[in-house]
């Protein structure tokens, strides 16, 4: 028997449960891990909004076990407290909030379309197709949103839901008509000719589909196996269909020789780049430039690329600038532009690629990419540094950034950091000098001195690893390890090639939170208190409890306010803080102890039509904060209802004139106040007897049963019981009427002090400098209990003490600033501004091996990032090599831009040079090497 065959049924149209929230989580928990054991490509999973996910965890206590584990609260009683809230439905499913409205496409299976810029976790989550199903048959709702998991990478394969597919406009040259196809990045070819043969009504046979990224014809493309992801073809870009008469179908598919016209690869032949005589890998790629013209000659006259966005056989202009082509966006690739554009502006990288790098090419390595990526890195390179400026698709470059990292795939947008790690140990690898890697024993210091223990650690990594990347990029760091139990000292030497520097000045924050009064006592105030930032909501409940004198018999409640609803409440005192941003309402509620376990009453408030005499129908939108309440009868009732409703209003009550003084006096001054309008003006007493017979009531109040969503209605009576403990919703109706009593203004502005706290928390800069950013990171700390240390001497693992500390630092070095946080569901983005120097970088004092090399550096490149996560933006600044210039590199778009204006709150990766003794400029190079 299905749930709707049972009569079990709510008023908004939700099944009523057949089973416990301790039995759907079992449920749901079993049917997933079924699910983690039988992955395989073409798996459907389900996309859900976070929002509405958020709820279901909690109702059922999946977020309760997370955040509650090791909680040793003193505070039982909130404990309880938060636990009995989390008891509240979540409603139908309701993906809303992540779909766009109407629809462009012309497939069944993506029939609605996703917002661009969803982030799973902060905005999504994914769940398998058969938990897709039984919280559909739970809940109903929607719509389904259905994506097939898909198998990426080449040696490291791993399964992936494709959330975005693939997004082609189809141009038909016939009558130059456009149509939407959405397709599967994994998708063949011949999918895309069925696809698009059908869809305008052609034969197969006469077909010709293009390549046509910014509206030229790059390649054509003929049905075969070959995916699109494969083909290069990115996410919104153009395809071309012409036809063909039929007696010209024989031919087709042949060049302009008469030969069979194999599927043309849009990545370009290596051997168009190779100068007379230059090398050959053994898989026919060619391997590079034999060139010294670095950087300002001309490079070779005849290079050809139709792919990449360069004109065929281009050539610089004399006199035209290099290395000022920007990379155009292919769909939120913004993070990899900024990240590309400081490499291939790093002087010792420039030179070594633009020379011949062929024999350090390493084909054997299994922890590289055979190659492949220094090849298509090597190549975007050389494209950059001889196109003038002219602007670079990077397709073939992100084609191979997908096979080798399938994390980049896709369009989602991504760390710019994170992708120049992996950039930067990819490059190593596939330029490896060693063939074969030896097996060496690691050694402990054994209280040898550290020049001892240090030159043997670098002796030992630079036999396993060589390449031009760890000659530049790499240094090496001292770690320390203390046993907190029998002092057994533990030092290792480590090498680095980036260093990840904490923002000291991001340990307190301030939060305003607005306290309202649950039993009417008094008039909503806000308050400002100081919290640490990696707190949690306990800290925030304990300062709000000192800042308001709270009394000993009175709870708070808090809860977030959006779009005038109850959007989530913060009733877990470990959850962190970090998961409330500085521009969510933060509201608190002072309840008593003794009510808290009565039933819990919401009430929502909307302005009202006078013309609108449905009440059961939605009047105008909902406004102000919705107010909280208790019920102390064991079995409310309607009466009750309207009484509380009555006693939390109380505060808001207007003055009125000495006739109508009464008003307000006495326990009944609502219903007297009420009367005396109403029989004051007969137009009111019309409208409130068309309100009486609308709703079939007797209630003096325009209050309505409503749920958590404020989607459904329904009237009630004075005599109408409820059952006790649940959680009661109403919407109250805002007339003149009820404006004329009460002073809205308190439910409907944000307190000045609020405004003015978050304006000026968003204009100051709170600047910290590099060197107490360093001093963060090399701070002595105890390591963490998911991360604690084997002491050899106990044979147990210990919570040691480590300590950081630089050895020896490379040419180029990359300070990685930890803009970000992150929490359960979401990452925060810090703004503190970080004063850095541009010029003699003196990092002498942290470095212990004090062997005469200089530490001075000069800065050369910033990757910035602006904005959130979700809709945030990678732009980079770049020290042009040739001149002592300095230029905004933002996709596309390169611009000049003056050194005093690079230094800013959105600086995330600093990439510095050494300053050699000769004191030579940073367009210079002094990088040099021996082949092995």
């Not at 982030?119 to 989550?125: F, S």
């Not at 307190?508 to 400002?528: C, H, N």
């Not at 003055?655 to 007297?672: N, P, Q, V």
């Amino acid at each position: 028997m299905t749930i709707q065959d049972s009569g079990f049924m709510m008023e908004d149209g939700v099944s009523c449960l057949p089973c416990t929230p301790e039995e759907q989580k079992k449920i749901v928990i079993d049917l997933r891990n079924e699910s983690e054991r039988n992955l395989k490509e073409g798996n459907l999973y389900f996309v859900i909004s976070s929002r509405w996910f958020r709820k279901w965890e909690r109702y059922v206590g999946i977020d309760a076990d997370a955040n509650l584990i090791g909680n040793q609260s003193s505070d039982s009683r909130h404990t309880n407290v938060a636990s009995s809230m989390v008891a509240e439905m979540p409603g139908a499913i309701d993906n809303s909030d992540i779909v766009q409205n109407g629809s462009d496409c012309n497939c069944k299976e993506n029939a609605i379309q996703l917002r661009r810029n969803l982030m799973e976790g902060r905005d999504y989550a994914l769940v398998p197709q058969r938990v897709w199903e039984k919280l559909h048959e739970w809940y109903k709702g929607g719509p389904a949103l259905p994506r097939k998991m898909i198998l990426q990478g080449v040696y490291h394969r791993t399964f992936d839901v494709e959330v975005y597919p693939l997004r082609l406009k189809l141009i038909d040259s016939r009558d130059e008509s456009q149509s939407v196809i959405w397709l599967s990045r994994k998708a063949s070819l011949s999918e895309l000719f069925q696809r698009v043969c059908a869809l305008r009504g052609i034969e197969q046979n006469k077909a010709r589909i293009w390549d046509y990224f910014n509206k030229r014809k790059h390649t054509q493309l003929s049905a075969s196996n070959r995916s699109l992801e494969e083909s290069n073809l990115q996410m919104d870009q153009d395809i071309l269909l012409e036809e063909v008469d039929g007696h010209h179908s024989s031919r087709f598919g042949l060049d302009s020789t008469g030969n069979e016209l194999a599927l043309v690869s849009m990545e370009p032949s290596r051997s168009s780049f190779t100068l007379a005589g230059g090398p050959t890998l053994a898989n026919g790629h060619s391997s590079g430039f034999k060139s010294n013209q670095y950087p300002g000659s001309s490079l070779s006259s005849g290079l050809k690329d139709t792919d990449d966005g360069f004109d065929a056989y281009s050539t610089v202009r004399k006199g035209e600038k290099r290395g000022l082509a920007g990379l155009q966006n292919l769909g939120n690739t913004c993070f990899m532009n900024s990240a590309l554009q400081c490499l291939v502006h790093t002087p010792p990288l420039v030179e070594y690629f633009l020379k011949d790098y062929s024999d350090e090419i390493n084909t054997e390595n299994p922890l590289g990419m055979h190659g492949e990526l220094a090849l298509a890195f090597g190549e975007l390179l050389r494209k950059l540094w001889s196109s003038g400026q002219t602007a670079i698709a990077p397709r073939v470059f992100k084609g191979k950034l997908a096979r080798f990292a399938p994390q980049f795939s896709g369009y989602n947008q991504h760390d710019s950091q994170e992708l120049l790690a992996f950039l930067l140990d990819g490059l190593h690898e596939d330029l490896n000098r060693v063939k074969e890697k030896p097996y060496i024993e690691l050694k402990d210091a054994d209280g040898r001195p550290d020049e001892v223990v240090a030159a043997e650690s670098w002796k030992n990594h630079k036999a396993r690893n060589d390449s031009v990347i760890v000659d530049v990029c790499q240094g090496q760091y001292k770690s320390t390890l203390v046993c907190p139990v029998c002092n057994k000292i533990s030092i290792t030497f480590d090498p680095f090639m980036y260093l990840s520097l904490p923002l000291p000045s991001t340990i307190t924050r301030t939060m305003t939170v607005t306290v309202f009064y649950g039993d009417g006592s008094g008039l909503p105030m806000p308050y400002t208190v100081s919290v640490l930032k990696n707190g949690f909501c306990k800290d925030l409940l304990l300062a709000l409890r000192t800042a308001c004198c709270l009394k000993t018999d009175e709870n708070l409640l808090l809860a977030e306010v959006y779009e005038n609803k109850i959007y989530r409440y913060l009733e877990m005192p470990l959850e962190p803080l970090a998961s409330i941003k500085d521009d969510e309402h933060i509201v608190a509620f002072r309840i008593q102890k003794k009510g808290m376990e009565k039933t819990k009453l919401v009430i929502f408030h909307r302005w009202q039509e006078k013309s609108t005499t449905d009440y059961l129908k939605s009047g105008k939108e909902l406004f102000g904060t919705p107010l909280i309440t208790y019920l102390g009868e064991d079995q409310p009732s309607g009466a009750d209802i309207e009484t509380a409703v009555s006693k939390v209003l109380s505060p808001f009550k207007r003055m009125h004139s000495s006739a109508k003084a009464h008003i307000g006096k006495g326990s009944d001054f609502l219903s007297d106040g009420l009367d005396e309008l109403c029989s004051s003006s007969d137009a009111q007493s019309i409208e409130n007897a068309e309100f009486e017979g609308a709703l079939s009531t007797d209630l003096s109040l325009r209050l309505l049963l409503t749920d958590d969503r404020v989607m459904n209605f329904k009237a009630f009576k004075k005599d109408t019981l409820f059952e006790p403990g649940k959680i009661l919703s109403v919407v109250m109706d805002w007339t003149d009427k009820e404006q004329g009593l009460y002073d809205a203004s308190y439910l409907k502005d944000i307190p000045e002090v609020h405004k003015a706290g978050f304006a000026a928390k968003k204009t100051r800069k709170e600047a910290i400098s590099l060197s107490s950013c360093l001093d963060a990171f090399l701070v002595e700390e105890p390591l963490g209990p998911d991360d604690m240390w084997y002491c050899p001497r106990c044979k147990e693992h210990r919570q040691a003490v480590k300590k950081l500390d630089l050895w020896m630092l490379p040419e180029i070095i990359v300070f990685h600033l930890k803009r970000f946080t992150y929490g359960r569901y979401l990452k925060n983005k810090i703004d503190t501004f970080v004063n850095f120097p541009i010029h003699n970088l003196d990092l002498s004092k942290y470095v212990k091996n004090k062997d005469g090399q200089s530490y001075v550096y000069e800065l050369y490149a910033i990757s910035n990032h602006y904005g959130g996560l979700g809709g945030g933006h990678y732009t980079a600044y770049a020290k042009l090599i040739d001149e002592n210039r300095w230029y905004h590199f933002d996709d596309g778009h390169v611009s000049p831009v003056n050194e005093s204006d690079i230094k800013t709150s959105a600086a995330y990766l600093l990439f510095y040079k050494r300053v050699n003794e000769s004191k030579m400029e940073i367009g210079e190079s002094s990088y040099s090497h021996s082949t092995s």
